[in-house]
């Protein structure tokens, strides 16, 4: 059932991003009124803050914060100048009773400022972003003291208002990935995934679902010139490093296969040292993205070729570890992940650079693929399938917002159709979003092993419970996080009978490193 709700804009206009979080969101809103302020004003200090309003300029000012006219033709609209009182504005009274009138208890606030709640309106339930975790980082400008300390990521909120500064509920919360040398790539990366957020705000809201936030962090304000000045220094110094980094060190990856591994979904730190690591054959890069066949006797991995720049499928004897075979090649195929069904075994190997998903039955001695119905349009990245209480639930992630948004699709059958999850994108955090790995059930919980990409690709996994799985509503938590003491990585990890395989890898400087990531960019275009 649809919310009745009021939208609060300045001058006719709404931003493109959101536009967007209103057009996700419109199954749920129920538009009675749109109440445009006519007098917005946020004055400048250009000799303190003259250095902040050039880079706001630079990187805010972006297509997705680019205004365009908003109407809505079976929506009411009240024109009204706020009231100012040193900064904050306040909402006249008889506009207060122009939404009251029409029975409205939610307001959805995309314009004015700081706003002032008055007495008149404390019966209103007024939701609105902040792009900033409340535990770490409040106030303003969003992202900027993110980028500034480092930080892994940036929050989003949607959380009702209060005078006290991000002290209401918080009704949705999801992270954007940060890109620590960019602050224009971060803003774009933070607005273009808080489009998500306002359905599943007002979904939560329906059912008075809140996001606890255990404690309000510091408040930040407007960065000083000088402040500016460093934040220019420190983000031009990352973004020579990572050029360095592309032209000449090299990601050297492989796998390790561990006996006897400890209880990993209590987290651990592993050392590479402590299992068996393959050589990799002279023809290949490096090998990643293992997993098990459903037998154990296998192990297969993605092994690059070091003459085309793509991967190839090759299985590898699980006690050996040596290659027994290439599966698939001729275009880039990766995380060859397996399911047991109907007493067959199918690989369904990552080709989102070149083709929709589809599974390949094992037993048969041909490369008989089956796609995927109801996925035939999708570029899906680490595919994930697990059966559970009648569903066959199928895990990945969309090419475009692959580092930071998982998406959920389920059916009655393996090979389809599939139908998109409504909590779409079900995971909106770098940090455990991407697949890393095949879903475990242990102890009657389920487990899901997603990348912490953060700082780099394929860095660590966090562990994460599902707490919900079903065609209605999904949502779990994080519980453990694995790394390396010696290398970095895992970045994909699977397990079975008690022994685990994951991938690994080191940098190491290499005069050639620049132009092989060049030829696998090109190869996988083709």
Not at 49 to 66: D, E, Q
Not at 226 to 243: H, N, Q
Not at 305 to 324: A, P, T, V
Not at 352 to 374: I, K, V, W
Request: net charge positive.
């Amino acid at each position: 059932m649809k919310i009745p709700v009021a939208l609060i804009i300045d001058n006719d206009c709404v931003t493109r991003w959101q536009n967007s979080a209103l057009k996700e969101a419109a199954e749920y809103i129920d538009l009675k009124l749109i109440v445009n302020c006519k007098n917005t004003n946020n004055k400048k200090n250009l000799t303190k803050h003259f250095a902040y309003y050039v880079t706001n300029f630079l990187c805010l000012k972006n297509s997705l914060t680019k205004k365009i006219e908003y109407e809505d033709h079976h929506a009411d609209k009240v024109d009204f100048d706020s009231i100012y009182d040193r900064g904050w504005q306040s909402i006249p009274p008889h506009i207060v009773e122009e939404i009251r009138k029409r029975q409205i208890k939610v307001v959805i606030k995309f314009g004015m400022s700081l706003l002032r709640i008055n007495k008149n309106i404390t019966e209103l339930d007024i939701l609105s972003f902040h792009h900033g975790d409340p535990e770490t980082y409040r106030g303003r400008p969003a992202g900027f003291y993110e980028l500034y300390d480092n930080a892994d990521r940036v929050g989003i909120i949607v959380q009702k208002i209060l005078n006290e500064l991000d002290g209401g509920e918080v009704f949705a919360r999801a992270y954007s990935k940060i890109t620590h040398h960019s602050y224009r790539k971060t803003a774009i990366n933070f607005f273009k995934n808080s489009k998500y957020l306002l359905r599943k705000a007002l979904i939560n809201y329906k059912h008075q679902k809140t996001i606890k936030v255990k404690e309000l962090g510091k408040n930040y304000s407007l960065p000083s010139n000088l402040k500016v000045l460093v934040f220019a220094a420190k983000l031009l110094t990352r973004k020579f490093r990572r050029l360095f980094y592309g032209a000449f060190v090299q990601k050297y990856w492989n796998i390790v296969k561990f006996k006897g591994l400890p209880n990993i979904f209590e987290g651990a730190s592993l050392s590479t040292t402590s299992g068996a690591v393959p050589t990799i054959e002279e023809q290949y890069t490096f090998y990643a993205d293992p997993f098990f066949s459903v037998d154990g006797k296998k192990i297969r991995v993605e092994a690059l070729n070091k003459k085309n720049g793509m991967g190839e499928i090759i299985e590898l004897n699980s006690l050996s570890l040596i290659n027994e075979g290439v599966i698939l090649k001729g275009c880039h195929f990766s995380y060859p992940y397996s399911i047991y069904d109907n007493g067959g075994e199918f690989l369904i190997p990552e080709v989102a650079s070149h083709s929709g998903p589809f599974m390949c039955n094992m037993s048969e001695t041909n490369d008989r693929r089956q796609y995927l119905m109801g996925l035939e349009g999708y570029r899906i990245i680490d595919a994930t399938i697990i059966f559970n209480n009648g569903f066959y639930y199928l895990f990945g992630e969309l090419a475009e917002n692959a580092a930071d948004c998982l998406s959920l699709f389920y059916s009655n059958e393996l090979k389809g159709p599939y139908a998109p999850h409504p909590d779409n994108p079900i995971v909106i955090d770098p940090k455990s979003a991407r697949m890393g790995g095949r879903i475990i059930v242990k102890d009657k919980k389920i487990y899901r092993f997603g990348q912490d990409n953060c700082y780099g690709y394929g860095d660590k996994i966090t562990i994460s419970e599902i707490e919900d799985l079903s065609p209605q509503s999904y949502s779990e938590r994080p519980v453990a996080y694995l790394s390396f003491k010696d290398a970095k990585g895992p970045h994909t990890l699977d397990l079975i009978s008690g022994d685990a395989v994951m991938d690994f890898y080191t940098d190491k400087f290499s005069v050639l490193a620049g132009y092989r990531r060049f030829l696998a960019k090109i190869s996988k275009r083709k």
